[in-house]
């Protein structure tokens, strides 16, 4: 398609053709290169932005560099009831940004766009940490801190299911899931 655009720019140079066809004057100009360069780097910034993924490897890389703000928000989350509170319902990173700014600023950084707190189906007492991040990906990645789940949470630890669901153990009582879609309801 490109050289045919070309061949068709150079065509229309000439003056009595362009006339007779009845094209805009953009396509008059005797500047092509220009064009060419334009038309160019458009068709490679498009490409560029709607092909930025991440793969399950640069995703991990990605919570390792920010693992230890992570670790610090669930430090904070455990010694800190009133903020765990916040957070119990689907609005927990908004409530955040009024009583806990610093907190709030820290998981904006690191693209954390939800944060909720969950109780342990393991452990009465014990809370379980659920993320949503706003990493590129094709599909929602969420972080999850458990430390009652050692299976899912051992690094190394790998699941499919069959709706396309993965899950990676991060070590250290995280993991990384990619939500494809919901499981579909057996009775």
Known sequence: MRIFF???LNYLQKPNLAKQVGFCNFFKSRNVKTYNFIFIFFVLITYACR????TPDELKETFFKNKADLDLVI??????????TLIQNWEGLSRLKKSYPDIYSLLKNIGIKHISS???VYVRM???YYFETNWPNEYLICLIYDQYDSSQTKKGYYSKDEVANETWGLGN???MFRWVKNKPYVQ
């Open 75 to 84: 430090k904070r989350l455990q010694n800190d009831k009133e903020m765990d």
């Open 118 to 120: 969950h109780q342990s």
């Open 51 to 54: 092909h930025h993924n991440k």
């Open 126 to 128: 014990a809370r379980w």
């Open 173 to 175: 009582n995280w993991d």
């Open 6 to 8: 070309l061949n068709e």
